[in-house]
């Protein structure tokens, strides 16, 4: 367990307005991912981050953006959400594993309600 | 693109063997992984496999990996309730951000 939090846990919101999720982690890991799941696409990735200010895109990011002032918070935002964005947010991070692949450590997840 | 395709379901009885499959298309993936997803919870790493290997076991757990056909399988024996969860197979080229590409999941239900 890399000791990940996300905040809030659940939220409803209405289209057009703003919205923020939050990720903790206390493991010092370097790689922050964020992803979406929805039924009958797995998950996939919103944005991920490999540092302190260094963000890139994943292959849903339209709509999405994303920060990453400290290595243990990283925070996705909706500047205006529309209700193609009521899914499941989960966050994770990347530790290097000796002698064995790279695992990426998921948090508990937000479930989002646009309306 | 990358893709990476699972059956939605699969039903099985407790003590009996479970096999869920995967096949993904991307032919330079350096990391095969299975993750596990109990209801309102988030995903657990279960096992992986490098792309070198073509098998890997793990206790109750075996993985088996045909590069050629770019199939990945995950069997499960002696099944129990507790093992009734979404798996996920996901295959990364691995690199300096190991990002992952995640099949659609199968929901494994185990009957009593």
């Known amino acids: 367990d890399a000791g990940i939090t996300q905040s809030p846990r659940h939220k409803v919101t209405e289209t057009g307005t703003p919205v923020t999720l939050r990720c903790h982690q206390t493991e010092n890991h370097r790689y922050m991912y964020w992803y979406r799941q929805d039924p009958g696409h797995g998950l996939r990735l919103i944005h991920y981050s490999y540092g302190v200010k260094d963000t890139d895109k994943g292959e849903v990011s339209d709509g999405y953006s994303v920060s990453r002032s400290k290595t243990e918070d990283f925070l996705l935002t909706l500047e205006s959400a529309t209700s193609s964005q009521t899914s499941v947010y989960f966050c994770?991070?990347?530790?290097w594993g000796e002698g064995h692949g790279n695992e990426q450590f998921f948090g508990p997840g937000t479930r989002l309600t646009v309306l | 693109g990358e893709d990476v395709e699972q059956s939605l379901f699969l039903s099985v009885r407790e003590g009996d063997s479970s096999v869920i499959n995967c096949t993904y298309t991307?032919?330079?993936?350096?990391?095969l992984y299975w993750y596990k997803q109990e209801p309102g919870a988030g995903l657990q790493l279960l096992t992986y496999i490098f792309s070198n290997m073509d098998m890997k076991q793990d206790q109750r757990l075996t993985v088996l990996l045909n590069k050629k056909d770019k199939h990945l399988s995950l069997r499960i024996a002696d099944t129990q309730t507790g093992d009734s969860a979404i798996y996920f197979c996901?295959?990364?080229?691995?690199?300096?951000?190991?990002?992952?590409?995640f099949g659609t999941g199968t929901l494994l239900a185990v009957q009593p």
């Open positions: 991307d032919s330079s993936s350096t990391y």
């Open positions: 994770a991070t990347l530790t």
């Open positions: 996901a295959e990364s080229t691995g690199g300096a951000t190991n990002k992952l590409i």
